[in-house]
């Protein structure tokens, strides 16, 4: 019984602070084509200077490791910009009537909030044809965010957050 337990408060922890990511891509586009990238000059990322350090740190190992190389007459172009929003505590009240055979039964459900309002970031990675001008690959992230978190905490949740975000670059056809 105490190994279900461990594995349940393991799976309810995990499961609040995780990351999605959406994906979309031109699919025309030919990404073993991209050798380079390079970031937009007037890049308003949204981010502290300090995170956005860190953000950029991250990116340009994931990157380098996926082949591409930084240039300053690249293939690709950056954009980064982000949010940070409050996301409230999920309430619901339900009311239900019904019967069977002879009887009538009521009853009343209402969701209690567990914890208080989270902040989360979205995080917006545009990837743009530098000779075409146009947008091949996107990803949009969101995640739970503490400012109070401390600077080695930061830095390791966006090294993990950047890798969840180009878990599927390149697009496979």
């Excluded at 890049?43 to 956005?52: A, I, K, N, P, V």
């Excluded at 949010?83 to 619901?92: F, I, Q």
């Excluded at 459900?109 to 914890?115: F, N």
């Excluded at 530098?130 to 390791?156: C, G, H, M, T, Y």
Aim: charge should be negative; include cysteine.
């Amino acid at each position: 019984m105490k190994p279900f337990c461990a594995i349940l408060i393991l799976f309810f922890i995990t499961s609040c602070g995780a990351v999605k990511v959406n994906y979309d891509y031109e699919k025309e586009t030919d990404f073993s084509g991209y050798s380079t990238y390079g970031y937009f000059d007037d890049m308003q990322t949204g981010l502290s200077e300090l995170d956005e350090k860190r953000f950029l740190m991250a990116m340009d190992i994931t990157l380098q490791s996926k082949g591409l190389k930084f240039s300053e007459e690249s293939d690709l172009l950056i954009d980064v910009k982000s949010a940070v929003y409050e996301d409230g505590p999920k309430n619901t009240v339900g009311v239900g009537i019904g019967g069977g055979g002879r009887s009538v039964g009521g009853g009343v459900s209402m969701g209690i909030p567990v914890g208080g309002e989270k902040l989360k970031r979205e995080l917006q990675i545009d990837f743009i044809d530098a000779k075409k001008n146009v947008l091949v690959w996107q990803a949009i992230s969101e995640s739970v965010f503490k400012e109070e978190d401390p600077p080695v905490v930061k830095e390791e949740k966006m090294q993990e957050l950047v890798l969840k975000i180009f878990e599927k670059y390149p697009p496979k056809k």
